[in-house]
């Protein structure tokens, strides 16, 4: 024998029934919970990518501003070298022409010096020649000049006097 249920007497129509009053009364309110909670996790996560674009470009902005202050210090850096270079340059410059200038000046002291000497020398051999005529010709006169002779030479001496004291003056 077969058993045939009515459509009422199955419990399948019954949870059907219940399933759909259930979707009916209780569906909006659990399709708004379930979409607001979606909605609500959308959001989340849109504000989750804005704080991460937000972030990036910072951080793209930081990484500008690095490489402008490392292309300034870099700049800086070059121009410094470059003021070293051109300071070492002049200090080498102004250090030879001082070298060379001292040099000349030993140069010039030491002309000075042997121009002294040998106007020494050459006094001291004029002096020496200067007793030595004047001892010559005091034993000339002593011995070999008369008494006229005598009184010639020096009124002859006496006439000379002014001219030779002149000329050692300009000298």
Partial sequence: MEHHESFWANPRTWVGFAFILFVVLFGRKIWAALSKLLDDHAARIRSELEEASR???????????????RDAALAEAQSLI??????????????????????????????DRIAAAE????????????????????????????ADADAG??????????ASLAARRAA
């Fill in 119 to 146: 106007k020494a020398a050459v006094d001291e051999v004029r002096v020496t020649a200067a007793d030595i005529a004047t001892e010559a010709a005091r034993n000339v006169i002593a011995h070999g000049l008369s």
């Fill in 153 to 162: 030479l020096i009124d002859h001496a006496i006439t000379q006097l002014p």
């Fill in 82 to 111: 470059e003021g070293a270079k051109a300071e070492a340059e002049r200090v080498a410059a102004a250090s030879a022409q001082e070298a060379e200038a001292g040099s000349r000046r030993r140069e010039q002291m030491a002309l």
């Fill in 55 to 69: 972030l990036r470009e910072d951080a793209e902005q930081m990484l500008r501003d690095a490489q402008s202050r």
